[in-house]
């Protein structure tokens, strides 16, 4: 159950940082 909930945050906080850590791999 814990595993599902971690799995319910990352998910959000990997679509917001996955793009902003490609930018700055760009740069």
């Known amino acids: 159950?814990?595993?599902y909930l971690v799995?319910?945050?990352l998910i959000?906080?990997?679509n917001c940082y996955l793009?902003?850590?490609r930018v700055a791999?760009?740069?």
């Open 19 to 21: 793009p902003v850590l």
């Open 7 to 9: 799995v319910v945050l």
């Open 1 to 3: 159950m814990i595993i």
């Open 25 to 27: 791999m760009h740069t």
């Open 12 to 14: 959000p906080f990997c």
